[in-house]
């Protein structure tokens, strides 16, 4: 196992503006090395496959076990989180990608401020009175707290987006992640209370009817969201609220 | 001065930054947060059993006082009781606002809140969702952020980095020198108050359970700049971790808290297949020890009897540093429902399904009890005043912490299911402080020259410049390992005094050959690696707090554990003892020595005197280019100080 070692080919690119470029490196490979365990060993050994000494690649990661949703990228040509990409099980060399849809900030690094921004549009909270201790919270089933909590281990990661045709970089689709939150806060007792305003803004450009139906995102989510629910629960709200709407004008 | 709204600068995103942020908020403050990454990626994410409360949901006779009285035993009488107390009083108003909130907590069949077990405590106290309960904490109070972001009142400085404090001539803060990560350019942030909620130092160590930003820099930073450090030698060792290279995955204390049972086989190095080991040829030593707590003993006493397991009696299974964690007498579904996102986790990276197979685990270092000092009122009745600015504040003026970035709430050791609680506590509680004491102050910020913010500009643009042009031979990312393993090798579960010195000369070792890194990266756009060389060198300062306040305390306390002064508990001891032996001696009455069993009285007396000497704050202050160690008293006005037991 010790002197194993693996070739990693990484797409690199200095800055937004500029072209990217291939570089590849050996690195040692023990057992359960995953990608991003790689990744340091190149910084602390930043020298390329031909002996070159370079500048160590970059990229994003925090927590290094599937949960901040940091460390997205393209590997061997699926998008996936680099923590949970153990070495042993992928083909050589390992090709590493930054994400497509998302704005290059350089190497690995992209810019994924407009799923947060989506989040703002669709109004991803529930509004309290305030913090002040006011009691109990609702009462609620602990099956509707199971769905809850399935919807709301999404961690952001933007996986179901760069897999989906519809979600392209000039366009303003909100996502697979986006939908499926609103069926998150729709679900609870206190946040159904803004539903309208919710369903409202998935009914918009970008919204739900620009949803193309190819279920790619439910196959490349990490967390397992049941996302073609979410799609399918989410269409189910907003044509009702639609029928609302025209019987209420 | 005309009335305008108090701005705070919050440094972290986690739940003590946003619970700060929130509250701060809803008190009509102006808030700007800044963090390394997206708040929701913040490290509490990681977080995995759950908040404790004690709401008795279970009617099994628990309380605030019980749930006070755990934490303070739980952490060998370290911490200031009334903080602690008034956390525990607070804590089930918090759960029932995270309720609010939206955190899908796992309920009951009535819908209502469900708890489960945790170490140190013999109450159901523990509130979780699923087994991602930190994630889900984040993940809501982020939502009441970008509510309040929405409405104006929140600033997100994320993908930024706190470098340094402003400080004016009076030695008050006055905001934050901050670089932008993606164009490396420096700025200050101006403010009537700074809190630091950046979290904890586990990258001061090779290997641990903590998340790749957690190097304790920013802490060090405010050190570096005159607050004071305390308690640093006092670093958790959780029991429960997956072995592995670059992270030790926590595998939370609710598996014990759910059923798991730890044990080794009994015959050294047996090489079976654990399912086929029976069971009168198991060990399950710490049920056997500790009838009393069994698995779920406190974190300190469950490391230090897995590490004497493997290393002293040889039993680690298969010969190795390992021992069983075992869960598969539980069914699939009920261990997918309580426990799936930590089994995700083991079967991600070991490729073994803890439903089928027992797992294999060891400890790991995990949390830092000690960290910023910090300030606090009590009311006199064994709470807190909530009004008073002291309470948070660190000793800079107008700086304040909150979060694993402080020290106050758990002592020599923390419980489980307890930070979650102190991190929103703290984040709640000081709103009040840092408003008033931004509305007492006699010059506000826009009465200060500009040449305050200019000069830490300056200083910091000067600083990271000449970090990215070092050009000397080593590599940092490899000093960094080398500095971490030095700290595992040493510093850990087991101390001892030569091991120590030898870590604090390596720690100045490490220091010279600070000197000659090399930038590996000298670009000017998204460049890592002069903030990761500053940051090493906060590293290497905190691990000399760190190592140098274990050297000098000679005794044993929670997490600091130096078997060369161990007191020697006679085994059939009763904590009861001690405390009529003091009730004796407080009635002005001479205490024989056949009043107790043999050895006893002998006992107490050590136990007293080394209390005397011992318990005891230490205090780190920065002073030519080292540590100096001094003590302060610890407020143990509720309960009396005694010796613990678990079995
Ligand atoms: C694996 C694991 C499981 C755990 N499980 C539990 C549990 O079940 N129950 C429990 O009670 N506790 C648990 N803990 C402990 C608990 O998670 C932490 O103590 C707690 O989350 C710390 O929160 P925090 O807000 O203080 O800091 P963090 O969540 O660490 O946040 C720190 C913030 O500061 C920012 N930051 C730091 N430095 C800088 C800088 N220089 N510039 C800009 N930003 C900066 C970071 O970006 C981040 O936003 C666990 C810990 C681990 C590691
Ligand atoms: S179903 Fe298809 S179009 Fe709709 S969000 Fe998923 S991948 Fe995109
Ligand atoms: S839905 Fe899944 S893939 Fe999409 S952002 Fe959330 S966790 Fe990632």
Same mark, same amino acid.
């Given at each position: 196992m010790e002197d194993k070692t693996v070739i990693i080919k990484i797409r690199q690119q200095d800055d937004p503006d500029s072209a990217s470029y291939w570089q590849s490196f050996q690195v040692p490979c023990r057992h359960h090395e995953n990608v991003i365990s790689c990744l340091q060993e190149i910084q602390r050994n930043p020298v390329t496959l031909d002996g070159q000494a370079v500048i160590p690649v970059t990229w994003d990661c925090n927590c290094l076990e599937e949960v901040c949703g940091s460390c997205t990228m393209l590997i061997n040509g699926r998008v996936r989180q680099a923590c949970t990409a153990l070495v042993e099980h992928l083909e050589h060399p390992v090709v590493l990608e930054p994400m497509s849809k998302f704005p290059v900030i350089r190497d690995l690094q992209v810019d994924r401020t407009r799923m947060f921004e989506n989040l703002k549009k669709v109004h991803a909270w529930i509004d309290i009175d305030g913090t002040h201790d006011i009691g109990e919270g609702p009462v609620?089933?602990?099956?509707?707290?199971?769905?809850?909590?399935a919807l709301s281990e999404c961690m952001s990661c933007g996986c179901c987006l760069e897999a989906c045709p519809q979600f392209t970089r000039d366009n303003t689709f909100l996502g697979a992640a986006t939908f499926s939150q609103v069926r998150l806060f729709n679900l609870h007792p206190t946040g159904a209370l803004a539903k309208e305003e919710r369903l409202e803004a998935v009914m918009g450009e970008g919204g739900i009817t620009d949803c193309g139906n190819a279920q790619v995102c439910v196959e490349v989510c990490p967390k397992n969201i049941p996302l073609t629910e979410s799609i399918a629960e989410i269409g189910r709200q907003t044509s009702l609220k639609m029928i609302r709407d025209l019987f209420q004008k | 001065m005309p009335q305008r709204r108090v701005r705070a600068i919050i440094i972290g995103g986690g739940l003590a930054g946003l619970s700060a942020a929130m509250k701060l908020c809803e008190r009509q403050a102006e808030v700007q947060i800044v963090s390394f990454q997206f708040l929701k990626r913040s490290h509490s994410v990681c977080a995995q059993g759950g908040i404790n409360?004690? +709401?008795?949901?279970?009617?099994?006779?628990?309380?605030?006082?019980n749930h006070f009285f755990d934490t303070i035993k739980g952490g060998d009488f370290l911490a200031h009781q009334p903080l602690v107390r008034d956390m525990c009083f607070q804590a089930p108003a918090i759960i029932h606002l995270l309720d609010r909130i939206g955190v899908p907590f796992n309920r009951t069949g009535e819908g209502r809140l469900e708890f489960r077990r945790f170490g140190g405590t013999l109450y159901s106290r523990t509130a979780f969702a699923g087994a991602t309960t930190g994630q889900q904490l984040v993940y809501a109070l982020d939502e009441q952020v970008r509510r309040h972001e929405q409405n104006g009142q929140v600033t997100r400085f994320e993908w930024?980095?706190?470098?340094?404090? /402003?400080?004016d001539p009076q030695g008050i803060c006055r905001g934050a020198v901050i670089q932008d990560l993606r164009n490396n350019k420096i700025f200050t942030l101006k403010?009537?108050?700074? /809190?630091?909620? %950046?979290?904890? @130092?586990? $990258?001061?160590?090779?290997?641990? %359970?903590?998340? =790749? /930003?957690?190097?304790?820099?920013?802490? %060090? $930073?405010?050190y570096?700049?005159?607050?004071?450090?305390? #308690?640093?030698?006092? !670093? $958790? +060792?959780? @029991? =429960?971790? !997956?072995?592995? $290279?670059?992270k030790l995955r926590l595998m939370s204390e609710s598996a014990r808290g759910e059923?798991?049972?730890i044990w080794v086989p009994r015959t050294p190095g047996d090489k079976r297949e654990p399912r086929d080991i029976p069971e009168?040829?198991?060990?399950?030593?710490? *049920?056997e020890k500790y009838p009393l707590y069994g698995n779920l003993v406190p974190r300190d006493v469950a490391s230090r009897e897995i590490h004497d397991i493997v290393f002293n009696r040889n039993l680690g299974v298969g010969g190795e540093p390992m021992v069983f964690l075992d869960l598969t007498h539980k069914s699939r579904e009920f261990l997918e429902d309580r426990l799936g996102g930590i089994i995700d986790i083991y079967r991600k990276f070991t490729g073994q399904d803890p439903k089928e197979v027992p797992m294999r685990i060891f400890p790991a270092v995990h949390y830092s009890m000690g960290g910023l000092w910090t300030d606090y009122k009590d009311d006199g009745h064994g709470l807190i005043d909530h009004g008073s600015p002291r309470n948070q504040a660190t000793s800079i003026p107008g700086l304040y912490a909150a979060g694993e970035v402080d020290y106050q709430y758990h002592g020599a050791n923390r419980l489980g299911a307890n930070s979650l609680l102190s991190c929103i506590y703290t984040g709640l509680m000081m709103s009040r402080a840092v408003i008033n004491f931004s509305k007492n102050l006699g010059e506000r910020f826009e009465d200060i020259s500009s040449t305050v913010f200019d000069d830490a500009e300056r200083y910091w643009t000067t600083r990271m410049d000449s970090l990215r042009r070092m050009d000397g031979k080593e590599n940092p990312y490899q000093l960094h390992q080398d500095m971490g393993s030095l700290m595992l090798a040493n510093v850990l579960i087991v101390r001892d005094n030569k091991a120590l010195e030898k870590a604090y000369y390596g720690i100045q070792e490490i220091e010279e050959r600070f000197k000659d890194i090399k930038c590996v990266d000298t670009t000017h756009w998204s460049n890592p690696t002069p903030s990761f060389i500053n940051q090493l060198y906060c590293m290497i300062q905190l691990s000399k707090i760190i190592t140098r306040g274990a050297l000098m305390r000679d005794e044993c306390r929670g997490a600091h554990f130096k078997p060369d002064f161990d007191l020697k508990q006679p085994s059939d001891f009763d904590p009861y003892e001690y405390l009529d032996y003091l009730e004796q001696k407080h009635q002005g009455e001479d205490v024989p020595e056949y009043a107790y069993p043999a050895g006893h009285l002998?006992?107490? &007396?050590?136990?007293?005197? #080394? #209390?005397? &000497?011992?318990?005891?704050?230490? !205090?780190?202050?920065?002073?030519?280019?080292? @540590?100096? !160690?001094?003590? *302060?008293?610890?407020d143990t006005s509720v309960v009396v100080p005694r010796p613990r037991k678990y079995d």
């Open positions: 609620m089933s602990d099956s509707i707290r199971a769905q809850r909590y | 409360a004690a +709401i008795d949901a279970k009617n099994e006779g628990d309380s605030p006082e930024h980095e706190f470098l340094g404090l /402003v400080i403010g009537d108050a700074v /809190v630091l909620a %950046t979290g904890g @130092p586990g $990258q001061v160590y090779a290997r641990s %359970t903590n998340s =790749t /930003v957690n190097t304790g820099a920013a802490a %060090t $930073q405010a570096l700049q005159g607050a004071r450090y305390a #308690n640093g030698e006092f !670093i $958790q +060792i959780h @029991p =429960t971790a !997956i072995p592995g $290279q670059d059923g798991g049972r009168n040829e198991r060990n399950y030593f710490l *049920e002998d006992y107490m &007396k050590r136990f007293e005197e #080394n #209390n005397r &000497k011992w318990l005891k704050t230490t !205090i780190a202050n920065y002073q030519d280019g080292e @540590p100096r !160690i001094s003590y *302060e008293e610890v």
